[in-house]
């Protein structure tokens, strides 16, 4: 039983590799296309000035700069295999994305980055994948979920569990759509209120793993969304048999420098921005037993 007095066991995390040549300077990068995804939420696609395209791993983030504005740390969004454009997809919460929502093809922002440890996608290889978000969390898995359809034979049975508040809420539409049609992926969407015309699931998304089709032993789960809704799919997740060292989260919260020098993202002795922000859930489950975490 852990106590407040207790020592946090905490598994040695690996190093992770960041950015090598000037991690606090900004490139620039062009707008290429806007795409409003919901009625808060949106995504920009952009290429570098530099012609110098970004390379990153599935769950890593960038710190973009809106000039005049501020930064923020927002995820990338966009397919690994596609390096002719950066896409990042996020809701207007805040002064510097409700700058950027008004960005317009031929705009210049700053980008920082890629930072952070991503989504474990070796790891997965032979095992079932159970993909889990929560609204906009589906933005962080996305390129995930693209690595796997890019390299379909090296995983098992691809399953994808999306909650969202209402249809209206739904990102990645088309996605959704492409995907469903093809036979070798399980799309199940629900929503916590539905709507004239929805004829699909109600309830929260955690509602749909005892039904969901995988392997229990034989499977990697990746979730990303709300901290509430990560808490009770892993304690589902846990209930259906998946092991906790099997079960992904990504912690996104509070990230300023992005390299572990600001300690506005520590977490007991990690630091978000360079630990993560995708953790095992047995690196981090001390603070999710932990109250009001």
């Not at 359809?149 to 209402?166: A, D, Q, S």
């Not at 005892?210 to 990303?224: E, G, K, Q, Y």
């Not at 600001?262 to 995708?278: A, I």
Request: with cysteine; aromatic share 8%.
């Amino acid at each position: 039983m852990v106590n407040e007095f207790s020592t946090p066991v905490v598994p040695t995390i690996e190093p992770v590799m960041q950015p090598s040549i000037e991690p606090m300077l900004p490139r620039l990068y062009q707008v290429q296309r806007t795409h409003k995804e919901t009625h808060e939420t949106f995504t920009l696609e952009l290429t570098p000035e530099d012609g110098q395209p970004l390379v990153f791993t599935p769950g890593q983030f960038n710190m973009l700069y809106a000039f005049g504005m501020g930064e923020c740390a927002i995820s990338i969004s966009g397919d690994p295999a596609d390096s002719s454009k950066l896409m990042h997809t996020t809701r207007i919460v805040g002064t510097v994305t409700t700058a950027l929502s008004k960005l317009r093809p031929g705009d210049v922002l700053g980008i920082r980055g890629p930072f952070g440890r991503g989504w474990s996608m070796d790891l997965a290889e032979g095992n079932d994948v159970v993909f889990v978000a929560g609204g906009i969390g589906l933005a962080p898995l996305r390129p995930a979920i693209c690595h796997v359809l890019n390299h379909r034979e090296k995983y098992g049975k691809v399953v994808l569990l999306l909650g969202t508040r209402t249809p209206q809420d739904i990102v990645f539409r088309r996605d959704l759509q492409k995907w469903r049609s093809r036979l070798d992926v399980e799309v199940l969407v629900t929503v916590d209120r539905a709507e004239s015309g929805w004829q699909g699931n109600v309830g929260v998304v955690t509602g749909l793993i005892r039904r969901a089709p995988f392997d229990r032993l034989n499977t990697i789960a990746m979730i990303c969304g709300p901290e509430i809704m990560m808490q009770f799919t892993v304690m589902e997740l846990l209930k259906r048999g998946v092991p906790a060292e099997k079960i992904y989260v990504t912690m996104e919260r509070n990230m300023k420098c992005a390299i572990g020098f600001c300690g506005h993202c520590q977490l007991g002795p990690n630091f978000l921005c360079k630990d993560g922000p995708v953790f095992r859930y047995d690196e981090i489950k001390f603070w999710f037993e932990q109250r009001e975490f």
